[in-house]
Nanobody, 117 residues
Framework: QVQLVESGGGLVQAGGSLRLSCVASGRTWSTWKMGWVRQPPGKEREFVAQIERSTRSTLYSDSVKGRFTMSSDNAGNTVALQMNNLKPEDTALYFC??????????WGQGTQVTVSS
């Protein structure tokens, strides 16, 4: 399995920025893409962004497009989520995830992002 560790969450005012990081270890050879999902308080988990390890092609949800940017190191084992112009509705527990070609199979422990008005 792949082990994922997120970091970088915190409290920020609306309009501010945060940068989340996720480090993957273990059997990363099976990882096709990595991404972020989030769970706002009292709501279901939702997709945020993903990046393919080989091509670095990215995909974003409409709610964060233009504000959030994913990136990865050359090996594809460390990814970051740069979050700019944060809004209160971005408040959530953010999870790093790793996927095989077909299935999201590994998850981090989550890092809390809180955006105050």
């Amino acid at each position: 399995q792949v082990q994922l560790v997120e970091s970088g969450g915190g409290l920020v005012q609306a309009g501010g920025s945060l940068r989340l990081s996720c480090v993957a270890s273990g059997r990363t050879w099976s990882t096709w893409k990595m991404g972020w999902v989030r769970q706002p308080p009292g709501k279901e988990r939702e997709f945020v962004a993903q990046i393919e390890r080989s091509t670095r092609s990215t995909l974003y949800s409409d709610s964060v497009k233009g504000r959030f940017t994913m990136s990865s190191d050359n090996a594809g084992n460390t990814v970051a989520l740069q979050m700019n112009n944060l809004k209160p509705e971005d408040t959530a527990l953010y999870f790093c995830a790793a996927s095989t070609y077909l299935n999201w199979s590994s998850w981090g422990q989550g890092t809390q992002v809180t955006v105050s008005s």
